[in-house]
């Protein structure tokens, strides 16, 4: 089966991993903060926190902002559940704003037209999580100037984007977010199997941060509040968790870093390939951009008269583990029960029923991929 991504495993992510499992520290060793230093360089972002998973990421960046029950934190309904449940970790509400139907992204346009309804009638969200579907940015700059008229914060899911760039910069260095989250999930723009990262500019979010992923525990002298008991002391100052990532997975991560560049390019140019070969068909290609990280290559079927619930039974059948993003987070069971209802944010949900995510990831062959091509015209053009 050529799935539609996969990790990208060569021997020197295998030497990373032996050497760790042959050295002292399987866990709280140098690997975590040296792969957090080089996410910190690549992003060009003085704090890099790193953890077990982007939820992780997305859980400790609410509580470090301060999201309580009552506040209000709002998302797109085109992403994966964890943007929206890392509110309900806290305790706060979610809503959501609807998105572009070209890019999948949250619409800012909405996203302006109901803070200035929620300022009259109802809560402001304390918190806006924008994802950047597919690894396409969204617009941080106008979004950042809306979060300054309205007073809220702002946590990016760049959970797709890591190494695409924004506008002259690279996501995440979270210069028009107060935290910026990555996930390094196998199929993610690199994996450390499971991770994540809070990538920061300010220091006292980092700090908080590096407390709630270890149980609320320092060490850091200057934070003591007893700093004279000995050198085996350390303080727990708040209620945290065990979200630590292990010296295994930070060596595999600062190994896949170091092709993450190479990545990027095969993605792209995969990409490109696409809209090359496919342009002919009757189908809704992702705009060009050479600057998306390609986390995915969604393509709309609706103008091609087939139904998307064949054509993904169909290409499967073919050898093709094609995919749907996402299953709109206010129609899941749970928010439904919440009193989300369908036909609530009208463009997610059409996204949804036409979209399928096909082949793309950096081990793809030309030749794998043209074999699909080919697959997919017989099946549009039959
Ligand atoms: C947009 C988005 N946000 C958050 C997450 C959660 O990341 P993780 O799987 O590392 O917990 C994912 C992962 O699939 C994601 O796609």
């Not at 690199?190 to 990538?199: H, Q, S, Y």
């Not at 987070?329 to 463009?347: D, M």
């Amino acid at each position: 089966m050529i799935p539609y991504s996969r990790q990208s495993i060569a021997q020197e992510d295998i030497d990373h991993v032996l050497a760790v499992l042959q050295s002292d520290f399987l866990t709280q060793g140098p690997w975590v903060p040296g792969f957090e230093s080089i996410l910190a360089d690549y992003c060009d972002c003085p704090h890099a926190v790193a953890v077990n998973s982007g939820t992780s990421a997305l859980h400790i960046a609410c509580l470090a902002l301060g999201l309580q029950p009552g506040d209000a934190l709002w998302t797109t309904p085109m992403t994966f559940v964890a943007s929206a449940n890392c509110a309900r970790y806290c305790g706060a509400n979610v809503d959501f704003v609807d998105v572009n139907a070209e890019t999948g992204n949250m619409d800012l346009e909405l996203l302006e037209h109901k803070l200035v309804r929620t300022r009259y009638s109802g809560t402001l969200p304390k918190i806006v999580v924008p994802v950047h579907f597919a690894g396409h940015p969204c617009d941080m700059k106008t979004l950042f100037r809306l979060g300054e008229e309205y007073g809220f914060k702002i946590i990016e899911d760049a959970s797709h984007a890591l190494g695409a760039d924004c506008e002259g910069t690279k996501v995440g260095d979270a210069r028009h977010a107060h935290i910026t989250v990555l996930s390094f999930h196998p199929v993610k723009m690199i994996t450390t199997a499971e991770g994540g990262a809070a990538m920061t500019r300010h220091e006292e979010l980092a700090q908080k941060m590096r407390m709630l992923r270890t149980h609320g525990i320092t060490k850091d002298a200057e934070l003591l509040t007893n700093p004279d008991e000995g050198a085996w002391y350390y303080e727990q100052q708040m209620l945290g968790y065990n979200y630590r990532l292990t010296d295994l997975q930070a060596a595999l991560g600062v190994a896949q870093m170091g092709r993450l560049n190479s990545f990027l390019e095969k993605r792209r140019l995969l990409a490109k390939r696409y809209r090359e070969k496919l342009s002919g068909l009757p189908l809704a290609l992702p705009t060009d951009n050479d600057q998306a990280s390609w986390h995915l290559y969604r393509i709309g079927l609706s103008m091609c008269g087939k139904s998307r619930k064949d054509t993904y039974d169909h290409l499967r059948e073919k050898g093709y583990g094609v995919q749907v993003h996402y299953y709109p987070v206010h129609l899941q069971p749970y928010y439904r029960a919440l009193g989300f209802k369908p036909g609530q944010f009208p463009e997610a949900e059409g996204f949804y029923e036409d979209g399928l995510s096909i082949p793309l990831y950096p081990d793809l062959t030309f030749e794998e991929q043209d074999a699909f091509i080919a697959a997919l015209t017989e099946w549009v053009e039959g």
